[in-house]
């Protein structure tokens, strides 16, 4: 099918074809797996969705579609929902005009080099670097808030459990500590490199794209310093501007969209 081809993408780019099916993957298919949702896992999709609402800038029918998603979620004001109440509105069964999150396409920058490789895990990363970098030009007035979103869904939704468990134990050690927008966009860079450096070499490791503490000297040449004592360290500050270029939605790309 079209979905299998191989797409040509740049590895130095973001690709808006990745969150979309990121977002269809967690809403349609994981979120999809519990018929009812209540309780933590109730608190924890409100606070994903509203953050998907507030940040994500996406094509003007995926933004409205959250929208709406998001003020009926919030009006929920009993214990529970049924899966499929949620979906009907997702799935803008009304048919409100331009609203809609569209099936996805297939994975782009997101692509591994075989079906088991890279995809949706990829995407996760992605789209919530995109939203700590998001919240972070919009002056959000809570430094964690993308953060415990990420956290709530991947405890309570994420398909790969042992990675929920490691994110979950890493948030509770470090996570209380992020105190500005900046130190929760490094937070979550940082985070993501631990996990880079745990799995490098590991099976779920794809041959074509090695785990490497991100970004390599080549693509970011001022993010890496060396101590005096001649240790590898990071500059932090060159670090922030990178992830802010880097995930910023201006050079998000659009190709392979319908
Ligand atoms: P990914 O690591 O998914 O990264 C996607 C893209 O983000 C990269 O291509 C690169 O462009 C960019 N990137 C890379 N590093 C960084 C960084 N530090 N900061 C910002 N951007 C970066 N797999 C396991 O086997 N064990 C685990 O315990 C595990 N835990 C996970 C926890 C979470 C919360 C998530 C979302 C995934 C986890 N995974 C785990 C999956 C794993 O991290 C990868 O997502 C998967 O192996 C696919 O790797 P990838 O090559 O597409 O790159």
């Not at 797996?33 to 994903?48: C, F, P, Q, R, W």
Request: hydrophobic share 35%; glycine share 6%; charged share 20%.
């Amino acid at each position: 099918s079209s979905e299998r081809q191989w797409k040509s993408f740049n590895r130095s780019s973001v690709y808006m074809a990745d969150l979309e099916a990121a977002l269809h993957y967690s809403l349609r298919m994981e979120v999809a797996a519990h018929t009812v949702i209540k309780g933590d896992e109730m608190i924890s999709l409100k606070n994903y969705v509203n953050a998907l609402a507030k940040y994500f800038q996406g094509r003007p029918m995926v933004v409205n579609l959250l929208k709406n998603l998001n003020s009926w979620l919030q009006n929920q004001t009993g214990d529970e929902i049924s899966y499929e109440a949620f979906k009907e509105i997702l799935d803008n069964t009304a048919q409100s005009p331009d609203s809609a999150l569209p099936k996805s396409r297939g994975w782009v920058g997101c692509q591994g080099s075989q079906q088991n490789f890279r995809g949706y895990p990829c995407g996760v990363w992605t789209l919530f670097h995109v939203l700590t970098v998001q919240a972070s030009n919009a002056n959000g007035s809570d430094p964690q808030e993308v953060l415990t979103a990420m956290r709530g869904y991947v405890r309570r939704f994420f398909g790969c459990r042992y990675c929920a468990n490691h994110f979950e134990h890493m948030a509770e050690e470090s996570m209380s500590k992020v105190e500005t927008l900046s130190s929760a966009v490094l937070w979550l860079w940082s985070s993501h490199n631990i996990v880079n450096n745990r799995i490098a070499g590991s099976v779920s490791e794809d041959p074509e794209f090695p785990k490497i503490q991100w970004p390599s000297p080549a693509t970011c040449p001022s993010c890496h310093t060396v101590s005096r004592r001649g240790d590898h360290e990071w500059n932090r500050d060159e670090v922030l501007s990178f992830l802010k270029f880097h995930f910023s939605s201006d050079r998000i790309l659009t190709d392979y969209l319908d």
